[in-house]
């Protein structure tokens, strides 16, 4: 059994900053790729940030230049930093994991159970 959970979000100005923090535990062997998507009613959730074991990052042209996604291999946590925050950033937001787990051979994509992040104008 594996779990993500999420931590973070709330509601702040724009321009202001929020950090989202990511745990998954459970029966792992290993993680590829974590990522952060959002997701908005009646719209498809979305890919912010992705970063693999190695470090390799990858950011929605949305939020270059003001998130970074960020991990710590060793705890399986990834981060999400959002810095100078806009109303258009408003959305529920989930992270995920490509996770082998020890029981299995194949690798299985988990969710976290999202969490609100509210930009006010």
């Known amino acids: 059994q594996v779990q993500l959970v999420q931590a973070g979000g709330g509601l702040v100005q724009a321009g202001g900053s929020l950090r989202l923090s990511c745990a998954a535990s459970g029966s792992i062997f290993n993680i590829n790729t974590m990522g952060w998507y959002r997701q908005v009613p009646g719209k498809q959730r979305e890919e912010v940030a992705a970063?693999?074991?190695?470090?390799?990052?990858n950011y929605a042209d949305s939020v270059k230049g003001r998130f970074t996604i960020s991990r710590d291999n060793a705890k399986n946590m990834v981060y999400l930093q959002m810095n100078s925050l806009k109303p258009e950033d408003t959305a529920v937001y989930y992270c995920?994991?490509?996770?082998?787990?020890?029981?299995?051979?194949?690798?299985?994509?988990?969710w976290g159970q999202g969490t609100q992040v509210t930009v006010s104008s």
């Open positions: 970063i693999t074991s190695g470090g390799r990052t």
């Open positions: 995920n994991a490509d996770t082998l787990p020890r029981d299995s051979g194949d690798y299985w994509i988990y």
